[in-house]
Nanobody, 126 residues
Framework: QVQLVESGGGLVQAGGSLRLSCVAS????????MGWFRQAPGKEREFVAA????????YYADSVKGQFTIFRDNAKNTVYLQMESLKPEDTADYYC???????????????????WGQGTQVTVSS
């Protein structure tokens, strides 16, 4: 059983930056593909970014490509989401998740993730 704890959310002005962190425990972190998802009020949860188990490949939603960066430190059991040039439409609860998948089609699909964190709230003011 893998436990995931996100942190780093908060209130930021448009154009600002935030770095989200997700620390894993209870499993072999380096064997999991990791993803970030977000859910805005009244909307479905959507894929944001994913990274394969060794970090060799990363995938992004078109809406955040070039704006967000996902990376991981397996020695620290942590995956990060660096968010730049934030916009009000980036406001959402952000969740990290762990998956045994390693292909793009699976890592971009929330149903392929077995373990989820509790989420961290990001609010971008205009």
């Amino acid at each position: 059983q893998v436990q995931l704890v996100e942190s780093g959310g908060g209130l930021v002005q448009a154009g600002g930056s935030l770095r989200l962190s997700c620390v894993a425990s209870g499993g072999t972190f380096s064997s999991y593909g990791m993803g970030w998802f977000r859910q805005a009020p009244g909307k479905e949860r959507e894929f944001v970014a994913a990274i394969t188990w060794r970090g060799a490949s990363t995938y992004y939603a078109d809406s955040v490509k070039g704006q967000f960066t996902i990376f991981r430190d397996n020695a620290k059991n942590t995956v990060y989401l660096q968010m730049e040039s934030l916009k009000p439409e980036d406001t959402a609860d952000y969740y990290c998740a762990a998956s045994t998948a390693f292909t793009r089609n699976y890592l971009t699909n929330p149903t392929k993730y077995r373990f989820w964190g509790q989420g961290t709230q990001v609010t971008v003011s205009s």
